[in-house]
Structure formats: C-alpha cells, structure tokens
C-alpha cells in the first residue's frame, strides 16, 4: 500500500482503538462492550495494510497509555486487546478459519499472561493467587454494602451476601478456566465483527461458516477423563480437573450454538427472534448446560446431516 494510506490507516486504527479502551476503563458496566472490541480496528487494519500496521497501532496506543502513566490500565491493554490485535490477523491471513484462529490466538495470549504473571511473582515476591482472592472478596465486601445502601435489609440482605459469597468462592476456584473462555469470547467477537467489515470494504479474509463448527472427535475422551478425575480428592488434581472440564464444556457449548445457528439458517427465523433466544439461553445458565449438552450428543446424533429425500 502507499505510505501515505498505510500512515492514515494506522492512525485511524489508534485512535479508535483508544476510544474503546477509554471507554472500557472509565464505563462502569456498560464499558464492557467497547472493552470487547478494542481489537477490532488493529486486527481489520492489520489486515488490509500489512503486520507492520497492526504493530504501529498497538504501539500508538501503548505511548498514550504510558502518557497517562496508568501502569494497571496498560498492562489490561496489552494482556487483554494487544496480543490479540497482534495474533488474530497472523493466523487469519495464513488461512486458518475463524475457530482456529481463535484457538491459536488464545493459546499465544495464555502463555503471554503466565510469563508476565510468572515474572511478576519472582520479581516482586507476591502472591498472586492470594492477591486474587482479596480481590474478589473485597469486590463481594463492595457490592453487598452498595446493596445495603439501596435500603436491602434483614433476611434479603443476608441472602444476597450468602450468595455472593459463594459465587466470589466458585469465581476463586475457576478463575483459570473464566480467563480462558472471557478470551475466547473476545476472539470469537472480534473475528465475527472483522470478517462483516471485511466483507463490507471487500478485504479478503477467510472465516468460514460458524453453522459447521465441530469440534474435534476425541476431544469428548478428554472431558470424560476429567469428568471422572473431579472425584480424585486430591486439591491440585481436582482444581486442573474442574477447570479443564470447564473449558470443555465452553467449547462443546460453541459446538451447541452453531447447531441452533444451522436451524435457525434452515427454517429462517427472523433475527429479531434469534436475538432474544440466545439472550434468554445466555442469561439462563441452566439453559446453557442445555446448549452445551446439545453440542455433546452432536457427536452422535449428527444433528445436522442433510435431510434425506423421501421416496415416493
């Protein structure tokens, strides 16, 4: 590309970028949907105009983050959006489909958090998992007294601080696995909103049809083996297990998704009506153990064999 498109393109690509970021870490809430596409501007540019742009707008956007000199907000940018911006346009240009390159993109991401969280630990002698915990109970200590402001007392209010308190226990003993698949979600959304705008400034960048997701066959072994490793009373192992259980069942749930996905496509329901089917299933966990569930016995079933025609 010309210089001078290519000069444009990566400052388009930053300050985009960091108007979502800002967004994200000044929004309370409501900022976690610009936080999800922080990407997506180094990862569609990076695509039209090379590896070197995605690279210049992460830097830009590094420079303005050392300019404000907010350390924390920084080292969120680079472990949660900057190796993605970086990871995600390398697989997709080498071909690797959509889910693929997520997967590689999050493997490349993990290792990078375990070696900053490593060196972390070493060089400042903290205990990072320790750090966690106080977190979390002082988020849950935050949340049931800004509930006890809002006039909640008695009974209800003891409820609510039970449950938040073993929600903050099961949050401490899967965060692993809720680190994994909050990556996986921000990799599957930023290819999902690349490959439209792509598709839309005619930038070549193949996907592939999330309606044929499937994953791998023996990876049902695999979630049998930790299924049946939970009942080890052994912390470690039983910790690796339900986390790794956790995973899976994540990604069978995604297998789940892209077979409603296929019916949806098959008996054209209108969009509207998809939209509110999936948020009544994302907000009903019980629904999703359903949805993944579905995805499971897809290995069987093959629910998604084309129909056979009927002899008259």
Same mark, same amino acid.
């Given at each position: 590309?010309?210089?001078?498109?290519?000069?444009?393109? =990566?400052?388009?690509?930053?300050?985009?970028?960091?108007?979502?970021?800002?967004?994200?870490?000044?929004?309370?809430?409501?900022?976690?949907?610009?936080? &999800?596409?922080?990407?997506?501007?180094?990862?569609?540019?990076?695509?039209?105009?090379?590896?070197?742009?995605?690279?210049?707008?992460?830097?830009?956007? =590094?420079?303005?983050?050392?300019?404000?000199?907010?350390?924390?907000?920084?080292?969120?940018?680079?472990?949660?959006?900057?190796?993605?911006?970086?990871?995600?346009?390398?697989?997709?240009?080498?071909?690797?489909?959509?889910?693929?390159?997520? %997967?590689?993109?999050?493997?490349?991401?993990?290792?990078?958090?375990?070696?900053?969280?490593?060196?972390?630990?070493?060089?400042?002698?903290?205990?990072?998992?320790?750090?966690?915990?106080?977190?979390?109970?002082?988020?849950?200590?935050?949340?049931?007294?800004?509930?006890? !402001?809002?006039?909640?007392?008695?009974?209800?209010? !003891?409820?609510?601080?039970?449950?938040?308190?073993?929600?903050?226990?099961?949050?401490?003993?899967?965060?692993?696995?809720?680190?994994?698949?909050?990556?996986?979600?921000?990799?599957?959304?930023?290819?999902?909103? %690349?490959?439209?705008?792509?598709?839309? /400034?005619? %930038?070549?960048?193949?996907?592939?049809?999330?309606?044929?997701?499937?994953?791998?066959?023996?990876?049902? *072994?695999?979630?049998?083996?930790?299924? /049946?490793?939970?009942?080890?009373?052994?912390?470690? =192992?039983?910790?690796?297990?339900?986390?790794?259980? %956790?995973?899976?069942?994540?990604?069978?749930?995604?297998?789940?998704?892209?077979?409603?996905?296929?019916? &949806?496509?098959?008996?054209?329901?209108?969009?509207?009506?998809?939209?509110? &089917?999936?948020?009544?299933?994302?907000?009903?966990? /019980?629904?999703?153990?359903?949805?993944?569930?579905?995805?499971?016995?897809?290995? *069987?079933?093959?629910?998604?064999?084309?129909?056979?025609?009927?002899?008259?």
């Amino acid at each position: 590309m010309p210089l001078k498109a290519q000069a444009l393109d =990566v400052v388009k690509g930053s300050v985009a970028t960091a108007a979502l970021f800002l967004a994200f870490i000044s929004l309370p809430v409501i900022g976690l949907i610009p936080g &999800f596409c922080v990407p997506t501007p180094g990862v569609y540019y990076s695509l039209k105009s090379g590896r070197m742009t995605g690279i210049a707008i992460v830097l830009m956007t =590094v420079a303005l983050l050392v300019a404000l000199r907010d350390p924390a907000a920084l080292i969120i940018y680079l472990l949660q959006a900057g190796v993605m911006t970086l990871t995600l346009p390398e697989f997709l240009k080498r071909n690797k489909g959509g889910a693929r390159s997520i %997967v590689y993109a999050v493997a490349v991401n993990l290792a990078v958090v375990l070696v900053v969280a490593a060196a972390f630990g070493m060089i400042t002698g903290t205990d990072l998992h320790a750090k966690i915990i106080k977190g979390v109970n002082a988020s849950i200590n935050q949340t049931g007294q800004v509930y006890e !402001k809002m006039g909640v007392k008695g009974d209800e209010l !003891k409820g609510l601080q039970d449950s938040m308190r073993q929600a903050a226990s099961l949050i401490v003993t899967i965060y692993p696995a809720l680190i994994t698949v909050a990556l996986g979600c921000i990799g599957a959304w930023n290819v999902s909103l %690349v490959s439209r705008i792509a598709a839309r /400034f005619r %930038v070549p960048v193949y996907i592939g049809d999330f309606r044929k997701y499937r994953n791998p066959e023996p990876m049902i *072994w695999l979630l049998i083996v930790s299924g /049946f490793t939970l009942l080890i009373p052994q912390t470690m =192992v039983y910790l690796t297990a339900l986390n790794t259980t %956790v995973i899976l069942c994540a990604l069978y749930c995604v297998q789940g998704f892209a077979i409603i996905s296929h019916y &949806f496509s098959r008996y054209r329901v209108p969009r509207a009506a998809r939209a509110v &089917f999936i948020a009544i299933i994302m907000l009903q966990p /019980f629904l999703t153990l359903v949805v993944a569930a579905l995805g499971i016995f897809d290995l *069987w079933g093959n629910f998604r064999a084309p129909r056979q025609p009927k002899n008259l």
